[in-house]
């Protein structure tokens, strides 16, 4: 897979997350006087564990960098750093009891004159709270050469005992720009003929998440591209088109992308709808610029109305009407009724 033969080996590699980078290696500048509990929080595939394993590298290699990367290029860069003794990650949803975190503290003493070791927990979220307990008497016990970085999804079901104790570094997700030159590196490298519709399907499609890109990149390298396209299809551009038209009263036009949209499967139809949704509310509240003029027009001709027309879109029934085409052909009429009913 894609995600794990690119997988970083050193901080300037990862896609995005500049602060995060920094933060880090300032750590790794001055090991002994940072925080040894760190939570790395954000969504998944944003790359919170591959940071960790990077983090484990530059703190033991002898050759790091001015800025604080590992070199890359010494036989200890090069090595799987999970195969090392500076190195322990587990997997919380497997290891989240009491009795687990017990037996794991024997495995959480490390001779400082060795360098330093870094236990990872990924998903922490999913630790009992007396687990999480269990583990905060471990924070407390563990001496200087030891990191504990907890990798979470949820940071709020982390007990706040611990994270009053620990740097909190957020990952955000990954920007539009950051993924396509990351996957514009890879098939450089893997000699993979892409054009940039493909790019473009798989940039939106992964909505930030890394990994979800790779594993499209590898979806799009195994079923060739019409196949791609097929399973990839997008139909939310038809949805704010379907807006524009009922804006002005084109009924052929209104006819012919129901059409067009029931050639989509319906859970392809549901997924681009919800973001559709999200879109809507994103751009009204300027919480995201866009570009799409179909969405430009429908914010400047509802101006202070266009709540209204969200309270429409977002209703709960019309998300319940996605299990069948009738089903769906019904709520996109309704959609036609209830949306006129708020125009100018």
């Given at each position: 897979?894609?995600?794990?033969?690119?997988?970083?080996?050193?901080?300037?590699?990862?896609?995005?997350?500049?602060?995060?980078?920094?933060?880090?290696?300032?750590?790794?500048?001055?090991?002994?006087?940072?925080?040894?509990?760190?939570?790395?929080?954000?969504?998944?595939?944003?790359?919170?564990?591959?940071?960790a394993r990077i983090f484990a590298k530059a703190?033991?290699?002898?050759?790091?960098?001015?800025?604080?990367?590992?070199?890359?290029?010494?036989?200890?860069?090069?090595?799987?750093?999970?195969?090392?003794?500076?190195?322990?990650?587990?997997?919380?949803?497997?290891?989240?009891?009491?009795?687990?975190?017990?037996?794991?503290?024997?495995?959480?003493?490390?001779?400082?004159?060795?360098?330093?070791?870094?236990?990872?927990?990924?998903?922490?979220?999913?630790?009992?709270?007396?687990?999480?307990?269990?583990?905060?008497?471990?924070?407390?016990?563990?001496?200087?050469?030891?990191?504990?970085?907890?990798?979470?999804?949820?940071?709020?079901?982390?007990?706040?005992?611990?994270?009053?104790?620990?740097?909190?570094?957020?990952?955000?997700?990954?920007?539009?720009?950051?993924?396509?030159?990351?996957?514009?590196?890879?098939?450089?490298?893997?000699?993979?003929?892409i054009n940039d519709n493909i790019l473009n399907?798989?940039?939106?499609?992964?909505?930030?998440?890394?990994?979800?890109?790779?594993?499209?990149?590898?979806?799009?390298?195994?079923?060739?591209?019409?196949?791609?396209?097929?399973?990839?299809?997008?139909?939310?551009?038809?949805?704010?088109?379907?807006?524009?038209?009922?804006?002005?009263?084109?009924?052929?036009?209104?006819?012919?992308?129901?059409?067009?949209?029931?050639?989509?499967?319906?859970?392809?139809?549901?997924?681009?709808?919800?973001?559709?949704?999200?879109?809507?509310?994103?751009?009204?509240?300027?919480?995201?610029?866009?570009?799409?003029?179909?969405?430009?027009?429908?914010?400047?001709?509802?101006?202070?109305?266009?709540?209204?027309?969200i309270d429409i879109i977002n209703d709960r029934?019309?998300?319940?009407?996605?299990?069948?085409?009738?089903?769906?052909?019904?709520?996109?009429?309704?959609?036609?009724?209830?949306?006129?009913?708020?125009?100018?």
């Open positions: 897979m894609i995600t794990q033969e690119f997988r970083p080996q050193q901080f300037k590699d990862v896609a995005g997350q500049d602060l995060v980078k920094d933060l880090l290696k300032s750590i790794v500048k001055n090991p002994d006087t940072a925080p040894k509990s760190i939570i790395l929080q954000g969504e998944y595939g944003t790359g919170k564990t591959t940071c703190l033991n290699c002898k050759n790091k960098t001015k800025d604080g990367d590992n070199c890359g290029v010494c036989e200890f860069c090069k090595s799987n750093i999970e195969n090392t003794i500076y190195y322990d990650e587990f997997d919380s949803a497997m290891t989240g009891n009491v009795s687990d975190i017990k037996e794991l503290k024997q495995t959480f003493y490390f001779d400082k004159n060795l360098g330093y070791k870094v236990i990872v927990l990924d998903e922490a979220q999913l630790m009992t709270p007396q687990a999480q307990s269990a583990l905060l008497k471990v924070l407390e016990e563990s001496n200087s050469g030891i990191f504990f970085v907890m990798c979470t999804t949820h940071i709020d079901k982390i007990l706040p005992t611990i994270r009053s104790r620990s740097l909190k570094i957020r990952f955000d997700l990954i920007n539009k720009e950051n993924i396509k030159n990351n996957l514009l590196s890879i098939v450089d490298k893997k000699q993979v003929s399907i798989i940039v939106d499609r992964c909505g930030g998440h890394l990994r979800d890109a790779h594993i499209l990149l590898d979806q799009y390298i195994i079923l060739g591209e019409e196949q791609f396209i097929r399973l990839n299809q997008s139909s939310k551009e038809l949805y704010y088109k379907f807006t524009i038209a009922i804006l002005k009263n084109d009924n052929l036009l209104i006819e012919k992308i129901i059409e067009t949209l029931l050639t989509f499967p319906l859970y392809i139809l549901k997924r681009d709808y919800e973001q559709f949704v999200l879109d809507v509310i994103k751009v009204s509240l300027k919480i995201k610029m866009t570009d799409n003029v179909y969405l430009q027009t429908i914010i400047k001709y509802y101006g202070d109305r266009i709540f209204n027309l029934k019309i998300y319940e009407m996605f299990t069948s085409d009738k089903r769906f052909q019904i709520a996109m009429y309704i959609l036609v009724k209830n949306i006129s009913s708020v125009k100018r």
